[in-house]
């Protein structure tokens, strides 16, 4: 199998506060893991590319100072909304690629609600 | 420019009737395709993926699609559905560069008459 889980599955926060998700790949490991964001009724953004033990790559638009990526070890990458307000409540889903894989395995997700 | 494009924004069909749910792509070389399925609330499950050899491809929960280059469309089939299909379903292409990014529709929300 590929199971991807992440944690929390879901946060509410005040206005200014950081809040980390953390997205693990539990039966492999993942070279390359994906954040996306998700608005009720729409698709799937992606926010950034994790690599393990290198900077991630972010999308255009994508604030980096503002949602910090790390993928510290071939099972774990984090994202950390920092200052967070109101406009970040969002669904974010990871997912995560096998080395040498062309599939990407999808965690549950996680609903961010800031007051 | 790679796109998907999912003319559908909801379909709904009753409970054992026959589903199919239409995907176009636009990209350069041989795509590599997928079905992803979300129930609310829930992150993606891969329902089936299209690399090459057979266009017709099988998937899970009884699923298939067919890829059709000269259609550039990747249709997603099932002969009868049954009311737990009730979900929101992606069509997606990979950008098969290092970097593995998918690039997705913008859904199809199933919804099933009992």
């Known amino acids: 199998g590929a199971v991807v889980s992440q944690h929390p599955s879901r946060v509410i926060c005040k206005s200014g506060t950081s809040v980390k998700i953390e997205c693990r790949s539990l039966d492999f490991q993942a070279t390359t893991m994906f954040w996306y964001r998700q608005f009720p009724k729409q698709s799937l953004m992606l926010m950034a590319t994790s690599n393990e033990g290198s900077k991630a790559t972010y999308e255009q638009g994508v604030e980096k100072d503002k949602f910090l990526i790390n993928h510290a070890s071939l099972t774990l990458s984090t994202l950390t909304v920092t200052s967070a307000h109101p406009e970040d409540s969002s669904f974010y889903i990871c997912?995560?690629?096998?080395?040498?894989?062309?599939?990407?395995?999808f965690g549950p997700g996680t609903r961010l609600t800031v007051l | 420019a790679q796109s998907v494009t999912q003319p559908d924004i909801h379909i709904t069909v009753s409970e054992g009737a026959s589903l199919e749910l239409r995907c176009n792509y636009s990209y350069g070389a041989t795509p590599y395709l997928f079905w992803y399925v979300q129930s609310p609330g829930q992150g993606l499950q891969l329902l089936l993926k299209?690399?090459?050899?057979?266009?017709l491809v099988q998937g899970i929960k009884g699923f298939e699609a067919e890829f059709k280059r000269s259609q550039s469309s990747f249709n997603l089939r099932k002969p009868s559905v049954h009311w737990s299909d009730a979900a929101e379903y992606f069509c997606a292409v990979a950008r098969m560069d290092s970097s593995y990014k998918l690039i997705f529709g913008s859904g199809t929300r199933l919804l099933v008459r009992p």
């Open positions: 997912s995560a690629r096998r080395p040498l894989g062309d599939t990407q395995y």
């Open positions: 299209y690399f090459s050899g057979d266009t």
